[in-house]
């Protein structure tokens, strides 16, 4: 059903027909209007069955999540920037004992100094923790990989994070067409848990494990994740053919057939990028965009087939490591090790920045001329950095 909805709104009703039994919620912005529309959901009566859980911390919220999951409920919820911070600790527990937990994270910069808007870096910050990762390039691409995180979640009985970039997306007001509940039911199955604390029959998750057997169960993780690459696209094939719509949930590449510059990023600037393509494309310009649907576990494979054509790939982040560089920009160098293509990378965007077109078309015209810095921070106020550096560059 399309609908004039906001994104947070949108990803609530999403959420509300996967039919989750416990959701916990603690407000931090831009993801408080999630859980604050699934609650009223829960108290309209229009969401059954479900328990909803207000706690004290971010960190208690994924404590809740645990143990619901663990004692074999369909578990949801969501969080933003120091919010996902805050809950590290219980985040890497969530995926060491395997549990199938979905998440939304609405994308928000890490202070200091405190900014609200929107970039990578929280969530890019645990790239490592065992979650799937899987990134909205619009409010109708979140409802639907939230149908599909909850599937994949239980099949491989591991956790997963939707990322959609706050405000941008979560308070942006769009037509959206919502999946029927007869579409979820037929596409997500009810849950059936991997493992259950029973106290019937008592068991200990998450005890102890020495130098004897810990590498063994990191690398048991690494298969999972390794399992998820193959499952994403098989998964996102059936989502497609009962919804009418949808990606490979690996990669989107568009105009990458004959592009000589190829420009990958994530999340919602992926709009911006494909109508500046279009504009180049008019003008002659052999340019395409490659969005990254999937980043955790990272299609290497994927990535390299739809790159694999062009002559350079400039990677465009939303977030980058300090004193080293670009994120994405090295899982994609690791993954095109060998070929020839020049590879650059532009962190754009940082704290709520705009992306505009006009940059973008600047920023591919030195990519195209092969006049672009490896290391490129667009739109940098290089008189402000003097100023802040005695002179420096």
Same mark, same amino acid.
């Given at each position: 059903m399309l609908s004039q909805i906001e994104g947070s709104r949108a990803v609530a009703e999403a959420v509300a027909r996967c039919r989750p039994q416990v959701i916990c919620a603690y407000p931090i912005s831009p993801q408080t209007h999630i859980v604050e529309a699934l609650s009223a959901l829960v108290k309209s009566g229009r969401l059954t069955g479900c328990e909803y859980v207000n706690v004290e911390s971010e960190f208690a919220a994924m404590s809740v999540a645990i143990g619901a999951s663990a004692a074999g409920a369909r578990a949801y919820t969501a969080t933003a920037s120091q919010g996902l911070l805050y809950m590290v600790e219980a985040l890497y527990n969530a995926a060491g004992l395997g549990l199938p937990i979905v998440m939304t994270?609405?994308?928000?910069?890490?202070?200091?100094?405190?900014?609200?808007?929107?970039?990578?870096?929280?969530?890019?910050?645990?790239?490592?923790?065992?979650?799937?990762?899987?990134?909205?390039?619009?409010?109708?691409?979140?409802?639907?990989?939230?149908?599909?995180?909850?599937?994949?979640?239980?099949?491989?009985?591991?956790?997963?994070?939707v990322c959609m970039d706050g405000f941008v997306l979560t308070h942006a007001v769009e037509p959206v067409d919502l999946p029927d509940p007869s579409q979820v039911d037929a596409f997500l199955p009810a849950l059936r848990p991997r493992q259950v604390l029973d106290p019937a029959e008592p068991v200990s998750i998450g005890a102890m494990v020495g130098p004897e057997a810990f590498t063994e169960v990191r690398y048991l993780a690494h298969l999972t994740q390794l399992r998820a690459l193959d499952r994403i696209p098989v998964l996102a094939r059936e989502l497609r053919d009962v919804l009418g719509r949808g990606g490979t949930g690996l990669v989107d590449p568009y105009r990458c057939e004959d592009a000589e510059t190829v420009v990958v990023a994530l999340g919602s600037v992926l709009g911006t990028l494909k109508d500046t393509v279009d504009e180049l494309r008019a003008e002659g310009v052999a340019v395409g965009v490659l969005g990254v649907t999937t980043f955790r576990p990272f299609p290497a494979d994927a990535l390299r087939e739809a790159l694999r054509r062009a002559r350079r790939v400039v990677v465009l982040e939303r977030a980058f490591?300090?004193?080293?560089?670009?994120?994405?920009? !090295? $899982?994609?160098? %690791?993954?095109?090790?060998?070929?020839?293509?020049? @590879?650059y990378t532009v962190v754009a965007g940082l704290g709520g920045?705009?992306?505009?077109?006009?940059?973008?078309?600047?920023?591919?015209?030195?990519?195209? !001329? $092969?006049?672009? %810095?490896?290391?490129?921070?667009?739109?940098?106020? @290089?008189?402000?950095?003097?100023?802040?550096?005695?002179?420096?560059?």
């Open positions: 994270v609405a994308n928000r910069a890490i202070g200091a100094p405190i900014n609200i808007w929107n970039d990578h870096s929280d969530t890019m910050s645990q790239r490592d923790s065992g979650w799937i990762q899987l990134y909205a390039e619009s409010n109708q691409d979140a409802v639907d990989l939230h149908v599909l995180a909850f599937r994949l979640a239980e099949e491989l009985s591991t956790p997963v994070m490591a300090v004193g080293v560089g670009g994120v994405v920009s !090295a $899982d994609i160098a %690791a993954a095109m090790a060998g070929t020839p293509q020049r @590879h920045r705009p992306v505009t077109r006009d940059s973008l078309r600047s920023m591919i015209a030195d990519a195209a !001329a $092969d006049q672009l %810095a490896p290391l490129t921070f667009l739109d940098l106020d @290089h008189d402000l950095v003097r100023q802040a550096t005695g002179g420096q560059p």
